[in-house]
């Protein structure tokens, strides 16, 4: 089955830098890539998606990168703020199977 | 209703009882998984059904862990004769399935095994 790798599992940035959390999968057939939010004490919530199809999409501050010969695909938040703390998971989801595979996640905290 | 529903919101239970869990998935989703999230760590698959289609159970630790859902509404998941090791928050999420991925979560509950 699938396996995703997530690093690192703890980023420290100051508020307005810039933080990148990288995500490696196992399955050439995956083709779908979210992105999920989790805040203290609060429910995962989907923050950015994208397909195998497209190699780069971008929402405001967030963007996500996907490099499919290299199995890996990257979060990238620009010009943090406070409220950007909390723990981040990628998933994949196999073309064979349907459900998605989780990283074990990253818990960023933005340094006022 | 309004979101993805999951109850109780707590279970404490004492070794080698059982326990039922049960979600209430937003209306017209198709899609359901459960997913266990141990402390401090990410999201372990467990189930996930597809209309009528026959559940992905390959996420299923043991034979003590099941889970049943009738058509595309409630689900119920069962852990029997629980273990210490099953005290966790076990998440549910629905989907509008097919090529709509985007999973919406419910709170979780949050299951402790004495």
């Known amino acids: 089955g699938e396996n995703v790798e997530q690093h690192p599992s703890t980023l420290s940035v100051q508020e307005g830098d810039s933080a990148v959390i990288k995500c490696t999968y196992s399955?050439?057939?995956?083709?779908?890539f979210p992105w999920y939010k989790q805040e203290l004490g609060k429910r995962p919530q989907l923050i950015i998606d994208?397909?195998?199809?497209?190699g780069e999409k971008k929402d405001q501050r967030i963007a996500v990168t996907l490099n499919k010969t290299a199995k890996h695909f990257s979060l990238h938040i620009t010009e943090t703020q406070p409220e950007d703390s909390a723990v981040y998971f990628c998933?994949?989801?196999?073309?064979?199977?349907?459900?998605?595979?989780f990283g074990s996640g990253t818990q960023l905290t933005v340094l006022p | 209703g309004a979101g993805v529903s999951q109850s109780p919101s707590n279970k404490v239970t004492e070794k080698g009882k059982d326990v039922e869990l049960r979600c209430d998935p937003i209306?017209?989703?198709?899609?359901l998984y459960w997913y266990r999230q141990r402390l401090g760590q990410g999201l372990e698959f467990l189930i996930y059904?597809?209309?009528?289609?026959?559940?992905?159970k390959s996420g299923l630790p043991s034979d003590r862990f099941s889970a049943e859902r009738t058509g595309e509404s409630v689900s119920t998941l069962t852990i029997q004769r629980t273990q210490q090791e099953d005290s966790a928050v076990y998440l549910c999420?629905?989907?509008?399935?097919?090529?709509?991925?985007?999973?919406?979560f419910g709170s979780g509950t949050q299951l402790s095994v004495l």
């Open positions: 998933a994949a989801r196999s073309g064979s199977a349907r459900q998605l595979t």
């Open positions: 999420a629905s989907s509008l399935g097919r090529l709509n991925e985007k999973l919406f």
């Open positions: 994208i397909r195998s199809n497209v």
């Open positions: 059904f597809q209309g009528n289609s026959a559940p992905d």
């Open positions: 399955d050439s057939a995956s083709n779908y």
């Open positions: 209306s017209g989703h198709t899609a």
